[in-house]
């Protein structure tokens, strides 16, 4: 069964802090992993999209990693400010699946000032 | 704005109500979705049309009634709801029902009374 697992589940950090989320999945035959931000009241946005020969992607502040042998990825998020308070999503897409995504559950993170 | 927009954003419906969720974009994508997003639970995919048709149906209660009068439309037709459906719902799109981001409307909250 395809699975996406996120941790922590929640954090809180203060801003200016750097932090790391994880994503462990076993979605398979792989295809790509992305990262979600939702904010509080709004839907997800695409942070970064990782194809199985990517390793790193950065999108300003976050950089997100994948390796795809040991079927895990993070989303690091440097100097962080009040506007990353969110959930971070990830999402792992399978190939033959017509577009199929298994969602994690989101880590929700919380920077304080 | 993401191009995808969402009405109402919130709702609140008696057991047996009918009411109707609006999802529009303006992307000029031929792919659209419904997600229920439950408390602390990851996104779960409802429906999926591609060129007005539904190509997926992921074992949705028939209390859920989704319409695709168009590409740029999509409808969830919702009567005799139970309060365990209470959750944000979801509409996203995407160019193609293949492997391609997806674009998120904003939601709506939905109460069940």
């Known amino acids: 069964k395809n699975q996406v697992e996120q941790s922590p589940q929640s954090l809180i950090i203060l801003e200016g802090k750097n932090c790391t989320l994880q994503?462990?999945?076993?979605?398979?035959?792989?295809?790509?992993l992305r990262w979600y931000k939702q904010d509080t009241g709004r839907g997800p946005v695409s942070l970064t999209i990782m194809t199985f020969s990517e390793n790193t992607k950065s999108n300003g502040r976050y950089t997100a990693t994948l390796d795809a042998d040991t079927k895990q990825s993070s989303l690091h998020i440097t100097a962080s400010q009040l506007s990353d308070s969110a959930s971070y999503i990830c999402v792992v897409s399978a190939q033959n699946a017509g577009n199929m995504l298994t969602f994690g559950g989101g880590t929700r993170l919380m920077v304080k000032p | 704005e993401t191009g995808v927009t969402q009405t109402p954003r919130h709702l609140v419906m008696g057991m047996t109500n009918k009411k109707s969720l609006k999802c529009e974009q303006h992307l000029g994508h031929n792919a659209m979705y419904w997600y229920k997003q439950s408390a602390k639970k990851p996104l779960e995919l409802m429906f999926v049309y591609s060129l007005e048709e539904r190509v997926e149906n992921n074992s949705v209660p028939s209390r859920f009634s989704p319409e695709c009068p168009n590409s740029s439309h999509l409808f969830l037709h919702l009567h005799t709801l139970q309060p365990e459906d209470s959750a944000l719902y979801l509409c996203?799109?995407?160019?193609?029902?293949?492997?391609?981001?997806?674009?998120f409307g904003a939601g709506t909250r939905l109460s069940v009374l």
């Open positions: 996203a799109s995407s160019p193609l029902a293949g492997d391609s981001i997806q674009y």
């Open positions: 994503c462990n999945y076993t979605v398979s035959p792989f295809s790509n």
